[in-house]
């Protein structure tokens, strides 16, 4: 298959611009059905006017399709590799555009959005993988964070989109915003067969040659002998012979402890995801008409167009981590972020509470500082944090696994808001407030800082050992400092010249 014959940071742009393709789809996918239900329109007629239950159920399905594509990863994406599998969703998203947009019924329209889901569970769980394996540890939370960014610019297509196509008639209202994901998931497609794949997974899956390549390309040099080259190759090949002492995988690795702390890993991949859809982000994201429309009383129109605004916020928010995520570090932001989301709904709730119009006005414009606080943690970090905490022999499963539970955290915050709202109001908004003030203590005593380090300086983060992994006597939670694999590299050198020098001595003793 033809590669294309990008270098250095070129190349390194062309994997960004795939991956953040990848996510521009991603969020366009989580926005487009909450402008189209739950209204008297084009949508709700084609379908006999769904119950708030049904309703809720075509938004949520989707993300079972997103869990069950994460889960498909977890046990298969190692074997495929990074690249294969994001061409992989990009294809089944094609075939899920393919039977939404022809959608007659409702249960055609759910095997479409599960569908379409399975693919961007694909999706989901290896681009942060794929990005974080080709780029170096000076800017790959930055590079990551520009994916969180760009799915915050599809939500917000989404939004306007299904606002403009709502003073359509016909099904164009609703089926052109449902089927313009294709050319999304086309332009992924596209994009991912021209790139190559993840030089750690070639070298972890017995293609040192290509990996060598690869790292070539990266560097910006056509001599496989440049130092930076066979430097880079040897921290990978040791840190893949620290990891694969046990010998072949086994599942059960996955819950050990000891100095490499695989379950400890585990549990911050997935703890770092939960916490993120606890937030409250997705009530906001995924529903922001239905909150506005029947927690504040707003009118349908003006509940779209706040939609929209709150979607805009969210995305000019995105951009902040870009520039703080590789200077302050990822456990700062997420601390900063979760604060200020509580104090926000804080607010929400005491202004709702009031009762007044005015009061509701006040409540909309906490929602959209909620948005700002978002963006700034927990946003792009939760996507981030897992392909940089594990090891590369866990890291496909890790973060597999990671976007499984995102999703099905997705899938109860959407079924569980609409029946929340219409029982308890604005009060649900004191629920996440509750969840936001817990993430602050949790985030500074167990998630070590990962900033700047190489993804395999990372073996080394939790050898301090205890119940926190060493974070919490560590000055910023950070337990390891960077190029830690540099002085097994130079150890596995210094053991070489000893086996030789032994070897030379008795080959001379032989001779005599």
């Known amino acids: 298959m033809w590669i294309l014959p990008a270098r250095g940071k070129w190349l390194v742009w062309a994997i960004t611009a795939c991956c953040c393709q990848g996510f521009l789809l991603l969020g366009y996918d989580q926005g487009v059905m909450s402008g189209i239900i739950g209204a008297d329109n084009q949508f709700g007629r084609d379908f006999g006017h769904p119950d708030p239950a049904l309703q809720g159920t075509i938004v949520a399905i989707y993300d079972i399709g997103c869990a069950i594509g994460s889960l498909f990863v977890f046990f298969f994406g190692e074997a495929i590799g990074r690249k294969r599998m994001i061409m992989a969703g990009a294809s089944t998203m094609l075939v899920g555009t393919a039977i939404l947009t022809s959608s007659t019924t409702v249960a055609q329209l759910l095997v479409g959005r599960i569908v379409t889901g399975i693919g961007n569970g694909f999706n989901s769980s290896s681009i942060p993988v794929y990005q974080s394996e080709t780029c170096g540890g000076a800017i790959r939370g930055r590079l990551v964070c520009l994916n969180s960014t760009v799915t915050i610019i599809g939500l917000v297509i989404a939004y306007w ?41 070639l070298l972890a899956h017995g293609q040192p040659e290509e990996a060598s390549k690869i790292l070539a390309q990266l560097a910006d040099t056509d001599d496989l002998n440049d130092p930076e080259v066979v430097l880079k190759m040897k921290e990978i090949e040791v840190s893949l012979e620290q990891e694969s002492a046990g010998g072949p995988f086994r599942y059960a690795e996955l819950l050990e402890g000891g100095p490499l702390g695989n379950f400890r890993r585990i549990c911050l991949c997935v703890a770092v995801n939960v916490m993120q859809q606890f937030t409250g982000s997705n009530m906001i994201n995924y529903l922001a008409p239905v909150v506005y429309q029947n927690t504040m009383g707003l009118s349908r129109n003006l509940s779209l167009v706040l939609g929209g605004g709150t979607a805009c916020t969210y995305m000019v928010a995105s951009f902040i981590p870009l520039w703080t995520v590789d200077r302050y570090g ?83 915050v959407v079924e569980m808001t609409p029946p929340a709202i219409a029982n308890i109001s604005w009060r649900v908004f004191i629920i996440f407030a509750v969840f936001n003030a817990c993430w602050v203590p949790l985030v500074y005593f167990f998630f070590p800082e990962t900033k700047g380090l190489e993804l395999e300086d990372v073996d080394h983060i939790f050898e301090k050992g205890g119940i926190t992994g060493g974070v919490w006597g560590a000055k910023g939670g950070r337990t390891v400092e960077a190029r830690a694999i540099r002085r097994d590299v130079e150890e596995k050198d210094r053991e070489g010249v000893e086996v030789r020098e032994v070897r030379g001595k008795e080959d001379k003793s032989e001779t005599d």
């Open 330 to 412: 990822r456990r700062i932001l997420l601390m900063i972020s979760a604060t200020g989301l509580s104090v926000c709904f804080i607010l929400a709730s005491i202004l709702l509470s009031v009762g007044t119009e005015g009061a509701a006005y006040g409540a909309t414009a906490m929602v959209f500082i909620f948005q700002i606080f978002l963006g700034i943690g927990y946003l792009p970090i939760p996507w981030l944090y897992p392909a940089e905490i594990t090891t590369t022999r866990i890291r496909a499963r890790g973060s597999a696994l990671a976007s499984f539970f995102n999703w099905m955290c997705v899938f109860a």
């Open 161 to 201: 989109l299904d606002y403009g196509m709502s003073f359509v008639s016909g099904p164009a209202q609703w089926r052109l915003p449902v089927g313009f994901q294709a050319f999304f998931a086309l332009c992924l497609l596209l994009q991912g067969m021209m790139l190559p794949d993840s030089p750690r997974w």
